[in-house]
């Protein structure tokens, strides 16, 4: 991984002259086109794939579209694949680059913080299907990631929060303190990202290295997950307007801080408290109607579940996980309860 505040143009030439790649691809959407491709100057040639911008176009069809090209053009083993963009484009690229003839070379150049901070680093690739999220996938490491926040600069607010959701949870799953610095200072206006970025990328890193296949540790951090993979393939299948995937996740850590507290594990006080500071944040999530048992499947199709129990990540305390923990659907349908009461204020 290279940390290149300064000038990345130059660190990824750099990179590019010491390998010999027989030809360059650069996968991007219409935005990160307009925003991010013109911040990269390359000193060598290469051919632009572009896909349309969403997790709706996370798909099979879309990865056909990047094989497609990449055959078209003549792309060999000894070829590269930047991805230049957030989630959708480093999971889909790194999956169809380790997959294209067995598998190329790929580097990341996240450009959201959701990709800055969570989905550039860890090896996680893949595409949803059958409207799942991240059904199809390899886990597969990236030969180089370029970390540079001056991309942030051109983000909407709402996508910076859809990121800010794993910086939260990395606090809340890591260190009490960092949650509370990185709510404060995000309401002061003195949040630095540079350091958040820093901060968060240390976090999932060192989880990773002691668990890369998640058999065991590495599950802390779907912190949320499991009830936000759900809210948000619910909603990309069925709502109008999708939620995003941090929005999703913080009504998944929503619902999961409220069973720390029914299995007596953090007192109600506390929940409260938390919870407070997060709505300080994400004031204007608003979701339209879900249908629980829907919801409940998708719940159950979660990946984490093993023979068909549910398995939740549950906080013992911020900052201390535990995983494995079994829940029931009766857990699950008192979560959304307290979701609908806390958040949306009905009754
Ligand atoms: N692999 C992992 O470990 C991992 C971890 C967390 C999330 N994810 C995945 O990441 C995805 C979400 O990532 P995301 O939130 O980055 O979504 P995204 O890739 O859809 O990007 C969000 C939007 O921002 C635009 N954009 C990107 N960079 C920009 C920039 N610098 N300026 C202006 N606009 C820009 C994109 O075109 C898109 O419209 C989900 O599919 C999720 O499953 C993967
Ligand atoms: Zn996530």
Redesign the pocket.
């Known amino acids: 991984m290279i940390f290149t505040e300064k000038n990345i143009s130059n660190d990824v030439n750099t990179y590019l002259s010491k390998n010999n790649f027989s030809s360059i691809f650069i996968l991007i959407?219409?935005?990160?086109k307009q925003?991010?491709l013109p911040l990269l100057k390359l000193d060598f040639t290469y051919k632009i794939i572009e896909i349309k911008?969403?997790?709706e176009h996370?798909t099979l069809e879309t990865c056909q579209f990047i094989w497609k090209t990449l055959l078209e053009n003549n792309a060999d083993r000894k070829s590269l694949l930047i991805n230049l963009?957030?989630?959708?484009?480093?999971?889909m690229g790194g999956f169809c680059a380790s997959t294209y003839k067995r598998g190329i070379d790929f580097i990341n150049i996240p450009?959201?913080l959701?990709?800055l901070v969570?989905?550039s680093v860890?090896s996680?690739?893949g595409i949803d299907f059958q409207a799942q999220?991240?059904m199809i996938g390899i886990f597969s490491e990236a030969s180089e990631i370029f970390i540079n926040t001056q991309?942030?600069k051109?983000?909407?607010t709402r996508?910076l929060l859809?990121?800010f959701a794993?910086v939260l949870k990395h606090g809340l799953i890591y260190e009490e303190k960092y949650f509370n610095d990185c709510i404060t200072s995000y309401l002061d206006k003195t949040i630095d990202w540079k350091d958040v970025v820093k901060k968060s990328i240390k976090i999932k890193s060192s989880i990773v290295e002691k668990d890369p296949k998640e058999n065991g540790l590495r599950k802390i951090l779907n912190y949320g997950h499991t009830f936000g993979h759900a809210f948000e393939s619910y909603s990309l299948q069925f709502h109008k307007k999708s939620l995003?995937?941090?929005e999703a996740v913080v009504l998944g850590i929503i619902c999961s801080l409220h069973l720390s507290e029914k299995y007596i594990f953090i007192k109600e006080e506390k929940i409260n408290e938390i919870i407070t500071k997060i709505q300080a944040i994400y004031k204007f999530i608003n979701i339209e109607d879900f249908n629980l048992n829907k919801l409940f499947n998708f719940v159950m199709n979660d990946k984490k579940n093993i023979s068909n129990k549910l398995n939740y990540i549950i906080l013992r305390e911020i900052g201390n996980p535990i995983f494995d923990f079994e829940v029931t659907k009766n857990d699950f349908e008192d979560s959304l309860l307290f979701l609908n009461k806390k958040v949306f204020k009905n009754d």
């Open positions: 959407d219409e935005n990160t925003d991010c911008s969403g997790e996370k963009g957030g989630g959708v484009i480093c999971d450009t959201t959701l990709a969570d989905a860890g996680k690739t999220k991240n991309f942030l051109t983000l909407t996508e859809s990121g794993e995003l995937h941090g």
